[in-house]
């Protein structure tokens, strides 16, 4: 059977000769076109992943207690990942490798209950407040802050801190940033920019944002500030919403963005004072430039020792906090890129926990595991593994998924299309505005080989951009693995080279980008690459890893990369407005064209206000069908998370660590025996 002798070398050597050898990243280099050779007709064969291979660790002695079932440090937890945070700055940062972070340092004021992504609990307010909804149709919510809150360096928590941590969200974040999670909720836009111009045309321009007239800046700021007021004698911030917003609630709780920040720290170090003359001199300053990006001052229980970037996070204690000084005294952030070095640090008890690069690493954590446990009930059963050092939970609900994104316009200088131009040796940067070539992209992709060899056959094909169980998930049609409709949608589409020569007779060359250290997005890259090679011979995709911070701000540059998407908010509208909506997260990078924002756009502003499950339904399968038939990426598959964790570790099934929302760790509910 056929198998892409690139693929199994590169996984191969990822997933067991890692285990032996280290390697180091190389620095990214854009790759260099191939030469092009004539067109013949391929030989279509069943795309093969590379077989898995579990690597045993070695015995240990007989009478020795397995290494790793006692912490070398029960003060100290080590977490081996590959990725650097984007930045620190809470209201800014947006991705993976800060959030959970920040989790430990900054809290805002509600907080899951416990596993639960709908139920909350208050945490620096005193109780959840009812909504008073007035006959112009606005919601209000007032707050009661409580009382004896310090910030890391001492100061007093304040009303002002918390209106002003609003403000601030609001108005400095550009669409690479959370902030129109609060903004929709507050004024039903997108970003703050629009509150200047309704048209948009300042939205992720900072320098024409500063020519703006400064009446209007500032009478855009008033109205932020006029919607969170504070009142210091009362200890109340109240809230105004235009109108109502279901998913107000899980906003507030559910990253970052909404965490309190120390309003006079921040302006001794450089950052906005809350004077709306200004704030337009704060918005969407680039994250590697950003005034408080390595810097923090929260309320949570940890608080930051040092970041030495591409190197290592560390966390210490507060000794302060409210609620008692955590018990794991230090967290060891350490950014180690290969599997096979994370998991030999977890073998030997250098490790407490390491991130999997695919699902297919479980083949190898599951040689480790000594107890397998109900993810529902909590319960451990022992396995035949007497020499496990961990416990497993399988079943967690799986609320990220990784996908294709597709790249409308990468701009004239990108150096990750070759040449540029359709001449066999690059793609225009405009080359995915043609509908067919992204349908044909749609039906190239072998999903089943995606399924069962890297995901190891837990996956399930996703039917929408959103998830199963959500309105008007199910019905939606889906393309299948087709290399004759491939073909036949490549061959219909409209690019001609210069000379008149077909898409399909000339070829094409680009690169897809993917984090560095993500073997499941290689995986993904690489079976593409192989699939697209299979149809034409002609056809070149060269798979890229990028440093993760890196890839954050180069990958709008590729034709197109693979990335994934984490739920905020357990809502599909956290889906739709990041993928869909003109300001989205992905799609404002893509550049996707304004006549599918557009056409989207009523579905997505409907479905949000509706309140009836039924009609929100019917409103959103509509729209998946839409988003179908235009094919703007490549939608993937789900598998069920799985949580590894040493046997000494107490603390996560009982607290915010199980909840599917809360990415990585919440250190001050861990103790180690």
């Known amino acids: 059977m056929f198998r892409s002798t690139r693929l199994l070398t590169v996984l191969s050597l990822l997933v067991v000769a890692g285990l032996i050898f280290s390697a180091c990243t190389p620095a990214a280099t854009p790759t260099a076109a191939p030469e092009v050779k004539p067109t013949t007709a391929p030989q279509v064969q069943p795309t093969k992943a590379p077989e898995v291979k579990p690597t045993e660790p070695p015995p240990p002695p007989p009478t020795a207690e397995p290494v790793g079932r006692k912490s070398k440090d029960p003060t100290v937890f080590n977490y081996l990942k590959f990725g650097d945070p984007e930045t620190l700055d809470p209201h800014i940062d947006y991705e993976s490798a800060g959030i959970g972070i920040l989790f430990n340092i900054y809290e805002g004021l509600i907080v899951y209950d416990g596993a639960e992504p709908l139920k909350f609990v208050p945490q620096l307010a005193k109780a959840i407040p009812e909504p008073v909804t007035a006959d112009d149709g606005s919601v209000t919510y007032t707050w009661e802050i409580i009382d004896g809150v310090k910030f890391h360096n001492g100061d007093d928590l304040t009303t002002e801190d918390v209106a002003y941590s609003f403000w601030r969200s609001m108005l400095l974040g550009d669409p690479n940033t959370p902030a129109f999670l609060l903004l929709q909720a507050f004024f039903d836009v997108d970003d703050a920019t629009q509150l200047v111009d309704p048209e948009g045309n300042l939205v992720g321009d900072p320098e024409a944002l500063k020519s703006a007239d400064a009446a209007t800046l500032e009478a855009a700021c008033q109205r932020v500030k006029d919607a969170v007021t504070f009142d210091e004698t009362k200890r109340t911030v109240t809230m105004k919403l235009v109108h109502p917003w279901g998913p107000f609630l899980p906003t507030l709780a559910g990253g970052a963005w909404a965490t309190i920040m120390d309003k006079k720290w921040n302006v001794e170090n450089g950052d906005w004072d809350g004077d709306c003359k200004t704030w337009q001199n704060f918005y969407g300053i680039p994250t590697e430039s950003g005034i408080l990006r390595d810097k923090t001052n929260g309320t949570g229980p940890y608080m930051l020792d040092k970041w030495e970037p591409e190197q290592e996070v560390v966390l210490i204690a507060n000794p302060n906090y409210r609620k008692g000084e955590a018990v794991i005294k230090r967290a060891?952030?350490?950014?180690?890129?290969?599997?096979?070095?994370?998991?030999?640090?977890?073998?030997?008890?250098?490790?407490?926990?390491?991130?999997?690069?695919?699902?297919?690493?479980?083949?190898?954590?599951?040689?480790?595991?000594?107890?397998?446990?109900?993810?529902?009930?909590?319960?451990?059963?022992?396995?035949?593994?007497?020499?496990?050092?961990?416990?497993?939970?399988?079943?967690?609900?799986?609320?990220?998924?990784?996908?294709?994104?597709?790249?409308?316009?990468?701009?004239?200088?990108?150096?990750?299309?070759?040449?540029?131009?359709?001449?066999?040796?690059?793609?225009?940067?405009?080359?995915?505005?043609?509908?067919?070539?992204?349908?044909?992209?749609?039906?190239?992709?072998?999903?089943?080989?995606?399924?069962?060899?890297?995901?190891?056959?837990?996956?399930?094909?996703?039917?929408?951009?959103?998830?199963?169980?959500?309105?008007?998930?199910?019905?939606?049609?889906?393309?299948?693995?087709?290399?004759?409709?491939?073909?036949?949608?490549?061959?219909?589409?409209?690019?001609?080279?210069?000379?008149?020569?077909?898409?399909?007779?000339?070829?094409?060359?680009?690169?897809?980008?993917?984090?560095?250290?993500n073997t499941g997005r290689q995986a993904i890259a690489e079976i593409l690459a192989q699939n697209i090679g299979q149809v034409n011979s002609s056809f070149f995709i060269s798979p890229l890893a990028l440093p993760w911070p890196l890839f954050l701000r180069t990958r709008q540059q590729f034709g197109m990369f693979t990335s994934g998407w984490i739920e905020d908010i357990h809502d599909p509208h956290n889906w739709y407005v990041p993928f869909l909506t003109a300001n989205g997260t992905y799609s404002f990078r893509a550049k996707m064209p304004k006549e599918l924002t557009d056409k989207y756009a009523p579905y997505i502003a409907d479905g949000v206000r509706e309140t009836d499950l039924a009609k929100r339904a019917v409103i959103y399968s509509e729209l998946n069908k839409l988003v179908h038939e235009d094919a703007p990426f490549i939608i993937l598959s789900l598998a069920p998370s799985k949580h590894y964790e040493p046997l000494y570790l107490k603390g996560w099934y009982e607290g915010l660590n199980r909840n599917p929302l809360v990415n990585e760790w919440y250190f001050y509910e861990f103790s180690k025996d």
């Open 332 to 517: 060891v952030y350490k950014n180690v890129q290969e599997f096979g070095t994370r998991f030999a640090a977890l073998q030997a008890g250098d490790a407490d926990a390491i991130d999997l690069g695919s699902v297919a690493d479980r083949v190898q954590m599951d040689t480790l595991v000594a107890e397998d446990c109900d993810i529902n009930t909590g319960e451990c059963q022992p396995t035949d593994n007497p020499n496990g050092i961990l416990r497993a939970y399988k079943g967690r609900l799986p609320l990220t998924r990784t996908d294709i994104i597709f790249i409308f316009d990468t701009g004239e200088n990108s150096p990750y299309i070759g040449s540029g131009k359709l001449d066999g040796q690059g793609i225009p940067p405009t080359f995915f505005q043609d509908l067919h070539v992204r349908r044909a992209f749609n039906y190239c992709f072998d999903y089943d080989t995606y399924i069962q060899d890297v995901q190891l056959g837990e996956g399930v094909r996703s039917l929408a951009v959103t998830l199963p169980g959500q309105p008007g998930y199910d019905g939606t049609p889906i393309y299948e693995h087709d290399l004759a409709k491939c073909e036949e949608e490549f061959k219909l589409a409209e690019w001609k080279a210069e000379d008149g020569t077909s898409l399909w007779d000339i070829g094409f060359y680009m690169q897809i980008g993917y984090n560095a250290g």
